[in-house]
Structure formats: C-alpha cells, structure tokens
C-alpha cells in the first residue's frame, strides 16, 4: 500500500493564480482532512470529508475549496492565491474519524509570492 | 471551541535524560488526545494516545498522562535517545458515539526537541 500520496512536493505561484493540491489514499478510509503547517502555529484543519460527497470546513477555510467524489481522492484547491496561503500542507486519512490515528501524507511546500 | 496550548515551545536534553513536554486544552468534553511526532521535513506520525478513561499509558520510553479535572495531559520520555530529536504535537479531540461528524482534532503549537550527544 502506498498510503497517503500528495502532490506536487513543490509548488511555486504568484498571488492571484489558482491551483489544486492532490491528494490521495489507497486504505478505503472514509474520512480525510487537509491541514495547514505554520511555524509556531501548529497544524490548523482547513477542510475535512466524512465520506464520498460530504465536506465541511475547518478551522482556517477561507481561500480554499474541496470536493470528494470518490472515496480515494480529496483535492485542495486554492481560488486566488495569496502570501499567506504559503505553509505546508498535509493531507490525512482516518478509518474511524478524529478520535482515531490520522495517516498523513508527505506534504506540500507552497510558496506564493 | 477547542483550544490546545503546549510548552515548551522548544526543549534541549542531554542523551539518556528524561523530557516532558505539558499541554493544556479547554474543552472539557474532550476525551481523546494523540501525541504526534514529525522529524525534520517529514510527515507527523502518531506515536501515542489516550482516551479520557484512563489517566496513564505507556509505551517502552514513552508515557502519556492525563489529568481530567486540571484539563492537562503530559508526554514522558524516557532515556532520551539522539533519534528522539523531533518536533512533538499534541492534540485533542470529542469523540461521541454515533455521531462522530465535526469532532475536529485541535493541536497544540508544537515543541520542538534536542537531544544532545
């Protein structure tokens, strides 16, 4: 099993322009998050999935969308970028939800300039 | 909603001494609290947890205890080792049965750990 897969590692953009973080997991969970990493600031939930075609925000929603219409796949997308959307990003997955070990994937660096 | 603190932000240890690292949360119908620890441009990995019905685990070095009335729960490590150099998250969430929808997990700030040689 590969797990939890995020792409691209990378990601260079200038304010305005829009992109989709990837993400997927091959274990059959249900639910799946995205969150945020900033120095001294922890990780902040931006939106979460309890199931194929059910989503709900987090903690720090705004600037970024999601979709899940397919159990393995829950992509971020980020409208217009901005300088303080650049962190690190996390995709996780759960079997059973957030009383539960969350499985992260390996991240992605974004920058926007 | 949900509020985690923890402390120290950042902890330096000799090798083989022991390291506590303190979180606070605010919600007291939080039940579940994960410890996670992610190395130097890693991803974050569980390493443990504890559910409000228990008030210590332990796994080989590493301890979890938890204090319900004073809302704090403490990671102990014992014996510390150069590999344990990371940074720790803990967190907290409300589990409730059946409904498990919008219980998000909270982390705290992060402490990030030396281990001296």
């Known amino acids: 099993n590969a797990g939890v897969t995020q792409t691209p590692k990378f990601q260079v953009l200038k304010t305005g322009q829009s992109m989709t973080l990837q993400c997927a997991q091959d274990?059959?969970?249900?639910?799946m998050s995205w969150y945020r990493q900033d120095p001294g600031m922890g990780l902040r939930l931006i939106h979460y999935?309890?199931?194929?075609?059910?989503?709900d925000q987090g903690e720090v929603p705004n600037g970024y969308n999601v979709s899940r219409s397919t159990t393995e796949d829950f992509p971020l997308r980020l409208l217009s970028a901005a300088p303080s959307q650049t962190s690190v990003y996390f995709c996780?997955?759960?079997?059973?939800?957030?009383?539960?070990?969350?499985?992260f994937g390996p991240g992605t660096r974004l920058t926007v300039t | 909603g949900e509020n985690v603190e923890q402390h120290p932000s950042t902890l330096s240890v000799q090798e083989g001494d022991s390291a506590v690292i303190k979180c606070t949360y605010s919600?007291?119908?939080?039940?579940?609290f994960p410890w996670y620890k992610q190395e130097l441009g890693k991803r974050p990995q569980l390493i443990i947890d504890?559910?409000?019905?228990?008030g210590e685990k332990k796994d080989q070095r590493i301890a979890v205890t938890l204090n319900k009335t004073a809302k704090h729960f403490s990671l102990h490590i014992t014996e510390t080792q150069p590999e344990d150099s990371a940074v720790y998250f803990c967190?907290?969430?409300?589990?409730?049965?059946?409904?498990?929808?919008?219980?998000?997990?909270?982390f705290g700030a992060g402490t990030i750990l030396r281990v001296k040689s």
């Open positions: 996780a997955s759960s079997s059973s939800g957030f009383g539960y070990e969350q499985y």
């Open positions: 274990m059959n969970h249900e639910y």
């Open positions: 999935s309890v199931g194929a075609g059910i989503t």
């Open positions: 919600d007291s119908a939080s039940n579940y």
């Open positions: 504890i559910r409000s019905n228990v």
């Open positions: 967190a907290a969430s409300r589990v409730s049965r059946p409904l498990e929808y919008g219980n998000k997990l909270v």
